[in-house]
């Protein structure tokens, strides 16, 4: 056990997921007596996560690989506090029964991630709703309150970067709350670890502080790096937002193509982060990054890993079907679930009442050509495509035999503009 705890904690620097650990030669020892149980706490401040958490949940599914017990706790008491850490405004605050409903949402998505049964080490599930809704207020100020200063918690980054703009004693009081969850998990789960992003260090070891004062035993915290792209850009977030690991808020093709537009200063890091390939396999891709960038060949390797590890391998096919549909601009092998998910970010027009359709009209409506002379002018020049076909006859009518899958049909100018009519 003992080697094998030392390769985990290799392997997690290797891949640059350790950013700060609080008395590391103390948690190896620990762990290497007997598999040690950590968790990573997920508020639910939307109806699902996006791939901003997914460090810390793979950061669990690699102790859990190495025969230790993670623990993913979905903050249905604390979603509704609200954590200041890391904003520069206050958080809107939502109803209770909005947070249960993202709270069962998130349950169900960590379950892809973490093996909860069938395993000698399986994951658990909690809600910090059970042991924070119960507390009444005295109890809260006597029992826990009292170990905190407020002088102690002003001097915590989550807390001090906010005081210029006004922080309320509602977010105020969250690290109190992290704090105390860290306490129970530990006395009532024997959890000894808690791990989070970087902008976690003061609620990390403020829950560290409380569990000495409180006589909860030996734990420790680690916190992982916050994801950058070197472009300066923010991580996680595409031209139409959010990146999320919800398919029907980010499609399967919308996230495997983000990943496929990584920046080649980025890819390796994010093969590291992201993915769970040998480090061989890396040198290799990192290799054909330096010598052959234009084939993308570390890029293609990164979509298909996370899409599949967060969507499945049939996840993998359909958005890779897409990508090649689009790419050779032949998208009459795509089926109709596939064809939408394609073309769902791309302007769509709605056309009611007709059988039939001049193709000069269509450009004109879906406002691929500014002008009918624009329109003429692209036609003849060969820079239109109706469903990945080139059509150059001016006074070309589409009817119903040209629709895909009797309703749809692809509009092409050029070579990456894309129109998306609908007959109804």
């Known amino acids: 056990m003992a080697r094998l705890d030392q390769q985990l904690l290799d392997n997690l620097e290797y891949r640059g997921l350790i950013y700060q650990t609080t008395n590391r030669e103390g948690l190896l020892e620990k762990m290497n ?26 950061v669990l599914r690699h102790f859990q690989q190495a025969g230790h017990k993670p623990i993913a706790l979905v903050g249905g008491g604390t ?43 399986p994951a658990k599930l909690v809600s910090n709703y059970d042991w924070l809704a119960p507390l009444d207020i005295i109890t809260f100020l006597r029992d ?41 998990l530990l006395t009532d789960h024997d959890c000894s670890l808690q791990i989070g992003g970087s902008d976690q260090w003061g609620n990390i070891t403020a829950g560290l502080d409380l569990i000495g004062k409180m006589g909860g035993g030996d734990a420790y915290g680690m916190t992982l790096p916050l994801v950058t792209k070197s472009d300066g850009k923010k991580f996680g977030k595409s031209e139409s937002g959010a990146v999320w690991l919800d398919r029907n808020k980010t499609s399967v093709y919308a996230f495997y193509q983000f990943w496929i537009n990584t920046d080649d200063n980025d890819v390796v890091k994010f093969l590291k982060y992201f993915t769970f390939l040998e480090r061989e396999r890396i040198a290799e891709l990192e290799q054909a990054v330096a010598e052959r960038p234009e084939k993308r060949e570390a890029q293609r390797e990164l979509a298909r890993e996370v899409t599949r590890l967060v969507h499945g391998d049939e996840a993998v096919v359909s958005a890779e079907k897409i990508t090649q549909a689009l790419f050779s601009g032949d998208v009459t092998q795509l089926s109709e679930a596939e064809l939408v998910e394609a073309l769902q970010d791309m302007p769509t027009t709605v056309v009611t009442g007709q059988d039939e359709s001049p193709l000069l009209e269509l450009l004109l409506e879906t406002k691929a050509a500014p002008s009918k002379r624009q329109a003429r002018e692209d036609i003849e020049k060969g820079a239109v495509y109706l469903n990945g076909q080139r059509e150059q006859a001016i006074d070309f009518v589409l009817t119903k035999e040209h629709r895909l899958h009797g309703k749809y049909a692809v509009l092409r100018r050029g070579k990456k503009n894309y129109f998306l009519v609908k007959f109804e």
Do not use: C
């Open 144 to 184: 826990i309150g009292k170990n905190f200063t407020v002088n102690y918690m002003l001097g915590k980054d989550s807390v001090d970067s906010r005081l210029a703009n006004g922080i309320s004693f509602t977010e105020f009081s969250y690290m109190i709350l992290q704090s105390y969850d860290f306490y129970r």
């Open 33 to 58: 007596k007997e598999p040690i149980v950590l968790y990573g706490g997920f508020d639910p401040t939307a109806d699902s996560l996006h791939i901003g958490h997914l460090l810390p949940i793979l």
């Open 79 to 121: 979603g509704l506090i609200g954590d200041p850490s890391g904003r520069s405004t206050e958080r809107s605050l939502n109803t209770s029964d909005t947070v249960a409903l993202w709270t069962e949402r998130l349950k169900d998505q960590l379950s892809r991630f973490l093996d909860f049964e069938g395993t000698d080490n």
